[in-house]
């Protein structure tokens, strides 16, 4: 689960981690009276789930109240597309609104698991602002890691020795040093999977400061977080994405294909859009219903791909294993009797109780071809596309 | 701990939910010799008639020795549960729990060091022997054929999907392994080349891999060093997306290395015999064989 | 270092362990106003750095808020000794007024560290209320322990297994667990050395609520915690020992003896007074000024070993190892030229730079005799006494 | 690892302040080969006119190769230093730093786990093997004379008490290793125990314990079962208050066994001569030695 920056800024001035003064605005007045409160230029940031803001204009910078009511004006109730948002159009109902700093330099700092090592990573740059991928491949030396043993914590013995590779003024050292033990608290008590400050900078004060902040929460532990999961922001995913989740089902809309996609398992799903594409034939979303899900929510996942306007056709490809297929197929069965949309489907069902789901599936009114494998539903897919 | 070369196989049975039962008992069909459930609230009851339910591992452990463990707890308890078995000292443990937080398992890996346990998965859908009669997890038992080629997997279904490619093709199994989906998990690809390379029965191997970490590279790299046997590998995700999910550092830590071309040309550099379609795979072992 | 009763149940409260309505008062007035605010009785107790309290009359029950008050202008401004006090009479500023509670069951429950283990343990009971001592010797079966593994904190599954063996209702064993699990948070955010809930009591709605609290903080830790070094009270300890935690000395005032010992080690400290006892000199008190101490921690101890009116004769026996003796030497004739009470002493020094420090000793004006080894120093003694 | 038969005895200190500095000569006076520090802010400067320092342990390491760390960083910073030095694989690490936070330790303790690091400490005064001239901490080198009898105390400066009395007597010693106060160490007696049996030049055996704990009960164990040489011990702390600091949890965890007289019983039960009062250490040697 994704925070917004004020949502993360908030958390990192909980935890002793310096930003610059800020608070979030939900309309142009809020926003102007806030920015007649800062001395100097102010920031004026649009709150949506995407990175790349700067570029795409949700981030601008005025001399005063007034031209900051008016870029409150434009940004909240419209949208923004950035090149990191995949397409999407994400609302802006908020933005952030800061006094502007005087930076002197600005680093990449983030804290996120290393999957490769089993632990978590603590990763510095002195390439700050950038896209840090692009540097990572470009300037690899650039990048510096430290990985964290989760019962000691970022010792403080590698933290020194990172920073003074730097050679930074100890003040400065000091305050990163500080600010590196309480991300990783953050890290640790919020269970994220990242923290990514971009750009960390040094102010002409020589203080450092998060400049933005992106926090994420790892979903499978929200449960021991309520009071993190009431930040959640549900206007910034399109309805199927919400519905999907709230449904615990992973859904993925792709742009400019026509199937619908309906698997259990991840790899199955890539194995699934792999022979499809192969056939020519490009998935129009991917719908992920997991290990074992009953029948109310197959019913919502079969709502979800039908509700899609550029499906027309699904491909069902289940292997029962803790799934049970006659579960799936009463689940299917009932989302087409109660959405009544009828898209033609090829369905493939294998494993535990597939010979009852078939039955059941054959004795409905859906338009239904089965498939004993993947690579002929694939050909059966791409004959009932051409039609 | 080579856990196809065990010679007693009783299975413990933690958790026993819906599903939980409902596995039990296709474990139980398929010849598994389950000795025990443990539950916390069911404790003194019996499960498929006749089986103790206890309320601690330990318990169970005490009363009826078994040497695999089997984990159907839900994730929000499912690491305590893995903890709790490996205190039990539980040679093998297979958990198929799905949505276990990350940070949970970090701790878990972190405990595991230095103890015998051999952890498979989590969120896997644990191995299956067939000619020992032994289904430890939720692999269709109707799918699989005795025989001599090993499957491992990081994928539950997919596992599925080449075992039965091979069973259609008359192509036996000597054991399948589904070593789970989760960046952080007990078992790597590694651990069970090797496992597949010391067991006398396992002819040839199927690998099927997956976009993301650097398991596959690792294991290419076991098999040029120390895997004799030959090996067919399918890497799935070739045309999937980039996740909109992974964040930025995520990118930084994999790179490139991530990607399937990476990985195929790893496997293929390393000797392995690349499946391009994963609807291929029982093709190539049958070329493979003969072959051979 | 020590908290009061209500400093840890403000910590408690804070990370949501349960604990009855209660607020400090500071003056008699303020109990009333209190009192008055609780529904039915009210206990009134005395907030001193001393267990055992109820028997020596530090815990009151009253009616209503006119008793409280006069309980209340009992117990400030006077003083505490219990049992458990040492001798000690504790300054009783404060008093906590909380509503009593209706008790079906006490329990007992610590958390501490056990050093055979080197690693947490929680310590649960059924004999609440009780001195814990006692059950452990009388009925160790009543005694559970759970050890912690530092990575992983209390598994749930060593209390669910621990608490069903008591058969509690399922309702009372959730509780209980939250409650050690909130403790041990505790205990590891604050740098514990032990939390000690006695009673734990289940009331007659079911709740289970701390009646009790006592926590005491790792005093090598507190570095780490400012806010808590804020809590210390200081009316609680005399003026000597105060000076010496203040110096990091360690300081025991003995009951009965003559001598006052000033000795660096606690091995050498035992050693000393094993020495001294059986020769027939009692110490008046021991201060341990540790392994590095300055010249001006020496003075300060040689200070506050001639200020106790018991001290007939000073034993100095120092074995240089870190410290320095001619540091030490330095030390102790400016406490005795700064403090200027002469008093007889016997000296043993040994080690580095013992032979500076002889010399810088003869040429002082104390009245000084040395002695070779603690056998010679301790007949020195008992003859300086006889005199 | 045994300390006392290390062939190469290369040292790197830790903590360059006051103390550290001064104790450093020390070491070098006794004939100890000092090849490096490690200061945070004095990288590049040198000590005891040409003994290199170094920013970072790994540093030290990789230009100077020292067997043994020797650490006098202030408490705060003290378990950071232990870490960086297991880190760095440095063999035998000795902690002098008192104070340290029980927490620190009890996470050290746990990471040490499985590491081939020895520590020995924190909050003790090292070790001294008088015929290699090697002195690690802060033993005064002028007590000590070479011999056959081999010290092991908790406390710091009992341990000179009893080195002189030794050494007055005309008895060298072997070692003396001080394993130090704090009730969460690296090294117990039953540590040193081992190493003095292993040990060729060692004879007889002091060991000094104090009350508290179950450590000396735990020793009294191993000399009954394995330990072939003669030891004297003196248990100190007979007359001492009971510890008003001492809560009451943790009197429930120890119990009777903290009680000099239980420790004193154990020992004499292992056969251990026991001086009665820490002033009779050395007679009580020179009585086992002579009738021997």
Chains 1, 3 share one sequence.
Do not use: W
Not at chain 1, 185 to 209: G, H, M, Y
Not at chain 1, 311 to 335: H, P, Q, S, T, Y
Not at chain 2, 27 to 37: A, D, L, P, R, W
Not at chain 2, 167 to 191: E, H, R, W, Y
């Amino acid at each position: 689960m994704q925070l917004h920056e004020y949502q993360a800024k908030n958390i990192l001035s909980e935890y002793n981690v310096p930003i610059p003064f800020g608070q979030v605005a939900l309309s142009d007045s809020e926003c102007e009276k806030i920015s007649s409160s800062i001395n100097g230029k102010v920031v004026i940031k649009a709150q949506v789930h995407a990175g790349g803001r700067g570029k795409a204009g949700g981030i601008k910078i005025v001399d005063n109240p007034l031209d900051a009511k008016k870029v409150a004006q434009d940004m909240i109730g419209g949208t923004l597309k950035t090149f990191q948002s995949g397409g999407t159009k994400f609302p802006i109902n908020k933005v952030y609104v800061e006094e502007a700093s005087d930076i002197l330099k600005e680093f990449y700092l983030a804290v996120t698991m290393d999957f490769d090592e089993k632990c978590p990573v603590i990763i510095l740059s002195t390439e700050g602002g950038m896209n840090i991928e692009e540097v990572a491949e470009k300037t690899p030396d650039k990048i510096m890691k430290i990985h964290v043993n989760p019962l000691i914590g970022p010792s403080p013995y590698k933290v020194r020795n990172l920073l003074s590779s730097l050679n930074l003024e100890k003040k400065i050292s000091q305050q990163i040093s500080n600010i590196i033990q309480n991300l990783y608290r953050i890290f640790k008590s919020l269970d994220c999977t990242l923290i990514e400050i971009n750009p960390l900078a040094i102010t002409s004060q020589e203080k450092v400061i998060a400049l933005d902040a992106k926090i994420t929460i790892d979903d499978d532990s929200i449960f021991r977080h309520s009071d993190i999961e009431e930040l959640f922001d549900e206007t910034q995913m399109n309805r199927s994405e919400l519905k999907a989740l709230r449904n615990d089902l992973a859904y993925i809309k792709l742009d400019g294909g026509k199937v619908g996609c309906m698997v259990n398992g991840a790899g199955l799903a890539m194995a699934t859009m792999d022979i499809t594409m192969k056939a020519g034939a490009a998935p129009a979303n991917f719908l992920d219903v997991g290990g074992s899900a009953s029948e109310e929510r197959i019913e919502e996942a079969y709502k979800i791909i039908a509700s899609d306007n550029d499906v027309e056709v699904i491909l069902v490809n289940l292997f029962g294993g803790i799934l049970r297929c006659d579960v799936a197929a009463k689940g299917i069965i009932n989302g087409f009797e109660n959405y009544n949309k009828s898209i033609p489907m090829v369905v493939v069902l294998r494993g535990t109780n597939s010979e009852d789901a078939k039955l059941l599936l054959e004795n409905s009114e859906l338009d239904i071809s089965f498939a004993e494998d993947l690579p002929t539903a694939a050909s059966e897919i791409t004959k009932k596309l051409k039609k | 701990m080579n856990i196809l070369n065990q010679d007693s196989n009783k299975v413990l049975i933690q958790g026993l939910g819906r599903d939980g039962s409902f596995q039990a008992e296709r474990c139980i069909e398929f010849g598994t010799n389950i000795v025990s459930g443990v539950h916390p609230t069911k404790s003194g009851e019996t499960f498929n008639r006749n089986i103790p339910i206890f309320g601690s591992v330990f318990e169970a452990v005490k009363k009826t020795s078994p040497e695999i463990g089997l984990i159907f707890v839900p994730a929000p308890f499912a690491a305590d549960a893995i903890i709790e078995q490996i205190d039990a000292s539980i040679p093998i443990i297979v958990c198929v729990t799905e949505g276990i937080p990350v940070s949970d398992m970090v701790k878990v890996n972190e405990y595991l060091k230095g103890k015998k346990t051999k952890l498979i998965g989590p969120n896997c859908p644990g191995y299956l022997i067939p000619d020992k009669k032994l289904k430890v997890g939720i692999i269709p038992g109707t799918i699989v054929k005795s025989g001599n080629v090993g499957v491992v997997s990081r994928s539950g279904t997919l596992t599925y999907e080449a075992i039965v490619q091979l069973t259609k093709l008359g192509i036996g199994q000597s054991a399948c392994v589904g070593i789970g989906g989760d960046p952080i998990n007990g078992t790597s690809f590694v651990d069970v080349l090797d496992m597949f390379e010391e067991d006398n029965k396992t002819e040839a191997i199927v690998m099927i891999g997956e976009i993301g970490g650097t398991k596959e590279q690792e294991a290419a790299e076991r098999i040029k060093s120390s895997i004799s046997k030959p090996v067919v590998a399918s890497i799935v995700g070739q045309t999937a997306p980039e996740g909109r999910r992974m964040g930025h550092a995520g990118a930084v830590i994999t790179g490139k290395s991530a990607l399937a071309s990476e990985k195929i040309n790893s496997l293929r550099d390393a000797g392995v015999l690349i499946a391009d379609s994963p609807t291929e795979i029982g093709l190539k072992v049958q070329e493979l064989l003969k072959i051979k």
